[in-house]
């Protein structure tokens, strides 16, 4: 059984800083492209950035520049460090894994941004 777990949420002001986490635990073969994805509150769920793995990224518009998707494979762990933050930037950060063969989600963490 896998597990994702999501930490580094939290409340920060316009122009702050978070570190998000994600962390694979369980029988971890091999971690595939992983993704950060943000639903606000009255809104679709949305893609922020992705990485493979082999290292790829790529960024949703919004956050370019801002925000960098990275991982560390030794801990079975995808990062998302989110600069610049603006109040639009808040919502429910989620990470999907792929994990072996299947994909997997997060409980997800909140991230507030506060004018």
């Known amino acids: 059984q896998v597990q994702l777990v999501e930490s580094g949420g939290g409340l920060v002001q316009a122009g702050g800083s978070l570190r998000l986490s994600c962390a694979a635990s369980?029988?971890?073969?091999?971690?595939?492209?992983t993704g950060w994805y943000r639903q606000a509150s009255g809104k679709s769920r949305e893609l922020v950035a992705v990485?493979?793995?082999?290292?790829?990224?790529n960024y949703a518009d919004s956050v370019k520049g801002r925000f960098t998707i990275s991982r560390d494979n030794a801990k079975n762990t995808v990062y998302l460090q989110m600069n610049s933050l603006k109040p639009e930037d808040t919502a429910v950060y989620s990470c999907?894994?792929?994990?072996?063969?299947?994909?997997?989600w997060g409980q997800g963490t909140q991230v507030t941004v506060s004018s």
């Open positions: 369980g029988i971890i073969i091999s971690i595939g492209t």
């Open positions: 990485i493979t793995s082999g290292g790829s990224t």
């Open positions: 999907n894994m792929k994990v072996g063969i299947r994909n997997y």
